[in-house]
């Protein structure tokens, strides 16, 4: 059955954001299909620039919503 998974990156630093999510992501339960990232606008846009350009291989596609605080990964399904 597939879930929703959501990561909250307020408080990050740029380099503590990108370790969690690569931790994050790489402990993912393998039925997990989609990630909400929540990154904020209201203190500045460098974690969601950091989330917007971030690469990592099970990340299928990337929907930037009408809520510019969030970003949502597509997980490939293997």
């Given at each position: 059955m597939a879930y929703f998974f959501s990561i909250d990156l307020h408080g990050h630093t740029i380099e503590s954001a990108k370790k969690y999510m690569d931790t994050s992501l790489k402990n993912l339960p393998p039925?997990?299909?989609?990630?909400?990232?929540?990154?904020?606008?209201?203190q500045?846009?460098?974690?969601?620039?950091?989330?917007?350009?971030?690469?990592?291989?099970?990340?299928?596609?990337?929907i930037l919503g009408l809520n510019q605080g969030t970003t949502i990964f597509?997980?490939?399904s293997k």
């Open positions: 039925d997990v299909r989609e990630v909400e990232v929540i990154h904020g606008f209201h500045g846009t460098a974690l969601r620039d950091l989330i917007r350009r971030y690469k990592h291989p099970k990340i299928e596609r990337k597509i997980i490939k």
